[in-house]
């Protein structure tokens, strides 16, 4: 049985990587989760109702990823009776991703996923305003590590709106470069209210289940029209 892996990735920290992952987890009730951040604990807690896996990738000594804690990774999902995962990366393990694929070889990865049987995905977070740049040109590093072996979606954060001009720069790269492009926004209500109740529900890490309806009105359209 094959299974999907989604890695939610980009180097630049408050991109918004956990927030997709906490929609993700709400979307896909029976995926495990797994938490690839080996600085810091947003997913453990955000999540902690979906009880996250903490998966270490990087040695303790070089702060690269290891190949054999890598390979370990596919080889446990492997083994599961479960057909989803998804991963939230954070911004240490994510810079180190590109390089990983670069000094591994792409080809021996593609390999090791064809042997188990495993579909893995790359989801790039990209903001607009000040953090387009940076988030740019992780993308760019990304995608040229890759070398079109991996199918990569960018994911636009309503948080950060794109300008036009940058909607116009990241749609020719997305189309230059055959990739796939998805907008998510856990809030259309940008409201004091809305807010804070965004942030209590994160922070908590009770889910959404644990809201009253008035309350979890907050999140429907963006559950709705989220597409990943």
Do not use: W
Not at 36 to 61: C, G, H, W
Not at 168 to 190: A, P, Q, S
Request: some cysteine.
């Amino acid at each position: 049985m094959k299974k999907k892996v989604l890695f939610i990735t980009q180097a630049k920290g408050g991109s918004g990587k956990s927030v997709l992952a906490f929609m993700l987890a709400e979307k896909y009730k029976h995926a495990i989760i797994l938490d690839l951040d080996d600085a810091t604990t947003t997913s453990m807690k955000q999540l902690a109702y979906r009880n996250p896996i903490k998966v270490s990738f990087l040695d303790e000594t070089t702060k690269r990823i290891d190949r054999g804690a890598f390979n370990k990774l596919f080889e446990s999902m492997d083994n599961s009776p479960v057909e989803l995962f998804i991963a939230d990366l954070g911004a240490s393990v994510a810079e180190q991703l590109p390089k990983y694929f670069f000094l591994s070889g792409i080809e021996s990865i593609i390999d090791l996923l064809q042997l188990s049987e495993i579909d893995l995905r790359l989801i790039c977070v990209i903001g607009g305003g000040n953090i387009f740049k940076s988030t740019m040109e992780y993308l760019t590093e990304l995608v040229e590590s890759v070398k079109e072996s991996l199918q990569i979606t960018v994911a636009v954060n309503g948080l950060y709106p794109v300008s036009e001009v940058q909607k116009e720069i990241l749609t020719t790269y997305v189309r230059d470069n055959n990739l796939g492009l998805e907008y998510f926004d856990i809030t259309y209500d940008k409201g004091e209210n809305a807010m804070r109740t965004i942030e209590n529900v994160l922070q908590l890490g009770n889910g959404l289940a644990s809201l009253n309806p008035f309350k979890a009105v907050y999140f429907k359209k963006g559950m709705e029209d989220l597409k990943l």
